[in-house]
């Protein structure tokens, strides 16, 4: 059975699979040479017989050209060897000795190649008079330089002997795992080796359990994904197109989008997005306007693949750098183009309630205001997950994180600051996004009748019950208070009797005689203002014996309707011209 993680690989798989075929590249050793973008190359040139006997036939130097694979080059790490003893010429000394004796002496302590250790031999003892020519040589040219070797009059990629060593050294950790004349996973073919351990990724562990169809035997890792050369070709490059063409910023993390083949008819389109990727890097753009995201402000896949069919789907992959080593926090799969244009929907409809046209487009940041980084990225990461899967939430499990964000800011509200405003706003804003997608149940579907029906009909779909739409209607009776004292004092003192947001329902229902009284002493208890009073009584009356909301709860009720204050007022308003 396929696991979690084996389809991502199959995915990047055929990502890598595509590329290389665009670019002609068949053999696994073209897959693996790589560009060094130097424009001159030193050779030390050597013959070797029959026999094994090598001599050394002088040095050369010339421009690279375009064809760059005939140098086998491929980079190692900086204090080591190259998979070849092709290298970026640094001080001619210490490249000499590092990359290219040092290669040698690599390789034939690995593999037994007679004409190799007869080659490392020549170099060694005809070390000081190879570098006076070579020194000859690079003095000639004032570009950046490669050193590489002929032997035979032939490059280093058409010798058979240093094409063996090269692959060796680059399969050589994959290889600790292999067995022969196995069926490969990906492509499904029998092959003269498949390994189990691929190095491609460093998330892909045998001590992960996500990872291993059962237990943890090493020498038998190749039978739970085993993987052929070829393929592991094809992922290497994948994996280097997924990063360069589809890996993002969020918040904190960073996640790859990786377009993932359902059926066979949809690898034309999945050709198609490579290439425009390819083109256009991530400048994505739909019917010529740019494309925005709900993932954050920066374009990306998304925007593009509402508009594809679903013959493709979408892999979500959250990754954590940590040094050297790569954590997966979040995996999502199966995220249909349906699904995204569902969510772009619900985005354009929850900007359309809130927020004038181009202002403050939704994203995902909404929501991570709720979610302190380092402290609830967990349940931030959960929400994700749901948000794409559709799998639903209750509005219970997010009123404690937008309360502890609300309350910081409500301190410096009565001064004046915008802070709280501004967030409840964009919590009211994730709130109506995530119902709008199906994550967030709207309760509020029954026919509500009275003066607000057409109000709760568009904002209210946690408001089923009648102490909520009393505690959203109250909380919008206090702003307008508040608005009264900050016209007619200049400040809004009534802020504490707001207990810092954490009345329960007592306090609450103590509230309205309270703002009534305010109102009257201001000689501002309106008409508009009575009509709201006694619907909110009316409520009151009709609601349950015993709430059962949480404090958390009753108070983001209650922000919510100081938030749409201003919505009420035009209803009552407009009910008072009738």
Known sequence: MMQRGDRLIEAISQIGKIVLEKQGEGSVVDQLVENPGYPACVLVAVRADE??????????????????????????????????????????????????????????????????????????????????????????????????????????????????????????????????????????????????????????????????????????????????????????????????????????????????????????????????????????????????????????????????????????????????????????????????????????????????????????????????????????????EYVFQKKPLSISFFAPFFMEQLRADFYDYEAGDWSFVNKTRQALAVVLFLEQAGVLVRKGEKAVQGKFAQLFDAYGGQLESPEKQAVFLLGALTQMLLDIQQQKRGSKPFVKQLMGLKMDEKAIKGLLPKVIGKLEEYESYYASHRQLAEEISHLFLSSSPSWKLSVDELNFYFACGMNLSWKVKEIVANKEEK
């Open 51 to 384: 026999e094994g006997n090598v001599v050394w036939e002088g040095c050369e130097i010339e421009e690279c050209g375009s064809d760059y694979k005939k140098y086998l080059f491929r980079s190692g790490s900086s204090r080591g060897t190259n998979y070849s003893p092709t290298a970026k010429i640094t001080t001619i000394e210490n490249t000499y000795e590092q990359k290219v004796i040092g290669w040698f002496r690599t390789v034939t302590r690995k593999m037994d190649h007679p004409v190799l250790r007869a080659i490392e031999q020549l170099l060694v003892q005809k070390k000081e008079a190879i570098l006076q020519e070579l020194r000859e040589k690079l003095s000639l040219s004032a570009d950046r330089s490669l050193i590489s070797l002929k032997m035979n009059g032939s490059y280093l990629y058409d010798c058979e002997p240093f094409r063996d060593a090269f692959l060796h050294l680059v399969h050589e950790k994959d290889m600790e795992l292999s067995a022969r004349d196995q069926v490969c996973a990906i492509c499904g073919e029998r092959k003269d080796t498949v390994i189990g351990k691929l190095s491609v990724f460093r998330f892909y562990t045998l001590d992960k359990p996500g990872f291993i169809t059962g237990g943890f035997d090493e020498a038998k890792a190749w039978r739970n994904y085993p993987v052929c050369l070829s393929c592991k070709a094809h992922i290497e490059e994948g994996r280097k197109f997924v990063e360069s063409h589809l890996h993002y910023r969020f918040y904190g993390f960073s996640y790859f989008v990786i377009p993932t083949l359902l059926i066979p008819a949809g690898k034309d389109v999945l050709d198609e997005l490579l290439q425009y990727l390819t083109d256009g890097k991530k400048d994505i753009r739909v019917h010529q306007e740019q494309a925005d995201s709900f993932m954050t402000t920066e374009e990306d896949l998304l925007g593009l693949m509402q508009d594809y069919d679903n013959s493709l789907s979408l892999q979500l992959l959250f990754l954590q750098k940590i040094q050297s080593a790569e954590r997966i926090l979040l995996l999502i799969e199966d995220v249909l183009p349906s699904r995204i244009s569902e969510l772009f929907q619900a985005k354009k409809a929850t900007e359309s309630l809130l927020y004038r046209e181009g202002d403050h487009p939704f994203h995902f940041g909404f929501l991570r205001t709720f979610f302190r980084p380092g402290v609830y990225d967990k349940y931030f990461l959960q929400v994700v």
